[in-house]
């Protein structure tokens, strides 16, 4: 089942290209606002689902293409990102440390929204195309041998960055929490519906251009040893994302008037906007096509506000 969010947060069964509106079989659910609705549904699923799926079948729905997509996970409690999670199309030696950091989850917007680059000295704006679990039970202390049981479904995520900012080597968190530096969606597909999530591929175009293209047989610490590292450090709950990392060979500059489309293997596609108000421009450049040329990997400003002195 895919189930997101559209026009003012009313909750959606993607049916074919309509959606069909659920939100009145989740009233009853307590909630503030959509992003604990969402976390309430994805607790509840097991009670809510035949209910959903006999909904879905009566009705046609409203066309996708005549509303507005919203975030499928508005507010998370937590997003733990994993780093330096791929083996890099076999090019690295062995598996980095198993390593995460944590994202804000205010930075969430969702399809056809805005990646904001704001008026900060980074030598260069990034955004990583990354599968994310959805947390579907509260985990804590998870054994690998149990993971996959704590995972209700996937979307894909942008994690967006901001790097080389000063002072260095005090960067991780300013360069990755800033606001709307966490694209997701466009909805969420329950785990039932991807038959192996280690064979996936995962694509990112920027203007059309495929940049991103790898696939996730090549992580290097595996889906369930994720869940296992994330949940011994601190607990997950229902509606927790947990993005897993992105081969970094295509990773390139976004900058003004980018459109960004990720689409990870049976999950739809995400489309969203870049915009910088200072018109800042850098090399078009892969890393991966810079590194074949024997230059830095990382594309650099070419003009506008803190463009390095020629």
């Known amino acids: 089942m895919k189930i997101g969010y559209f026009n003012d947060f009313r909750l959606g069964v993607v049916k074919g290209d309509h959606v069909v509106d659920v939100t009145a079989l ?120 149990k993971a996959m049981d704590y995972i209700f479904g996937y979307t894909n995520f942008i994690d967006g960055s901001a790097r080389g900012l000063p002072p260095a080597g005090n960067t991780f968190y300013q360069m990755k929490s800033r606001d709307t530096f966490a694209p997701v969606g466009p909805w969420i597909v329950t785990a039932d519906e991807i038959k192996n999530v280690d064979n996936l591929s995962v694509r990112l175009w920027n203007n059309g251009v495929l940049c991103q293209s790898f696939n996730t047989s090549d992580m290097a610490h595996k889906i369930p040893r994720c869940v296992e590292f994330i949940s011994s450090i601190h607990p997950l709950v229902p509606g927790d994302l947990l993005p897993t990392g992105t081969n970094h060979r295509g990773l390139h500059a976004f900058q003004d008037g980018d459109r960004i489309e990720l689409e990870v293997e049976g999950l739809g596609r995400l489309a969203i906007n870049v915009r910088d108000e200072l018109k800042r421009t850098w090399s078009r450049e892969t890393r991966l096509e810079r590194q074949d040329k024997g230059l830095d990997p990382i594309a650099p400003q070419l003009t506008g506000k803190y463009a390095p002195a020629k």
Not at 30 to 50: K, S
């Open 26 to 145: 989740a009233a009853n659910i307590p909630h503030t606002g959509p992003h604990d609705l969402i976390n309430g549904v994805i607790e509840r699923f097991v009670h809510l689902r035949a209910a959903f799926e006999a909904h879905v079948a009566k009705e046609a729905g409203i066309a996708i293409a005549s509303v507005k997509l919203r975030p499928p996970l508005p507010r998370p409690v937590n997003i733990d990102c994993m780093a330096v999670n791929y083996m890099e199309d076999g090019t690295r030696k062995e598996p980095a440390p198993i390593n995460a950091f944590f994202k804000s989850p205010t930075g969430i917007i969702g399809p056809e929204d805005t990646m904001v680059l704001t008026d900060i000295p980074a030598t260069v704006f990034e955004g990583e195309a990354e599968i994310a679990l959805v947390i579907g039970k509260h985990a804590k202390n998870v054994p690998a041998s």
